[in-house]
């Protein structure tokens, strides 16, 4: 069963507007990271938010958490048509084991 | 630099032939991982270990098979190939910390036909 659904399934900006994209999981966790998969490639960690976090920030991207809502976000500010990607988070557990979700297709137009 | 490498790139076989698909670190990740991807399904865990000799199965398991003999290999077995293994494959390590960085390979797009 997946345990985060990113939200929406697909997007599509203009280059330097800014792009947020969700995520819903189902229980508890111990921290929650985001990927980005451009298209034929392997999947690269953007950044990582533990349970006890509620906002992290690492250059243009901004990710939320809010462990009561079970949910997440991730703003990808001024965005670049190279941030076109394939995006997703993914939960870690007790049982360490991280799940991903289904992702989000950004499409950013030049 | 360290990485992590898959082989091979593409591989297209037939129903019921043994595939095995190569995953090769060179980080010293005590951990690795194989997950499928497919359309719909984001992606989805095979099988991990977390050192030599240690195999554990994940959420899709069935008709794979792997085995850890050393740090830095987790090859993957399909045993008797099926339509439904048509995936591409992904293997990814991390250092065994808790919340610690996935480190992926490039992928290996399979087609079972």
């Known amino acids: 069963s997946q345990q985060g659904e990113e939200d929406p399934q697909a997007l599509s900006i203009q280059e330097g507007e800014n792009a947020t994209m969700n995520c819903s999981y189902k229980?508890?966790?111990?921290?929650l990271q985001w990927y980005r998969q451009n298209s034929g490639r392997g999947l690269v960690h953007l950044i990582l938010?533990?349970?006890?976090?509620r906002e992290k920030h690492s250059g243009r991207l901004r990710v939320t958490l809010d462990t009561s809502k079970k949910s997440s976000s991730l703003l990808i500010t001024a965005s670049r048509a190279a941030d076109t990607a394939s995006y997703f988070c993914?939960?870690?557990?007790?049982?360490?084991?991280?799940?991903f979700g289904t992702g989000t297709r950004l499409k950013v137009l030049a | 630099d360290a990485e992590i490498t898959q082989s091979p790139r593409h591989k297209i076989t037939e129903t019921g032939r043994q595939v095995t698909l190569a995953c090769h670190q060179t980080?010293?990740?005590?951990?690795m991982f194989w997950y499928r991807q497919d359309l719909g399904h984001g992606l989805r865990l095979i099988h991990y270990?977390?050192?030599?000799?240690?195999?554990n199965k994940g959420e899709v398991s069935d008709g794979y098979s792997v085995s850890r003999s050393n740090t830095e290999d987790l090859p993957l077995t399909l045993e008797s190939a099926a339509s439904s293994q048509t995936s591409v494959y992904f293997c990814?390590?991390?250092?065994?910390?808790?919340?610690?960085?996935?480190?992926f390979g490039p992928g290996t797009r399979l087609t079972v036909l």
């Open positions: 993914a939960t870690g557990s007790t049982t360490y084991k991280y799940i």
């Open positions: 229980t508890s966790i111990n921290n």
């Open positions: 938010i533990r349970s006890n976090e």
């Open positions: 980080w010293n990740h005590n951990n």
């Open positions: 270990s977390y050192g030599v000799q240690d195999t």
């Open positions: 990814a390590s991390d250092n065994g910390l808790a919340g610690g960085t996935q480190y």
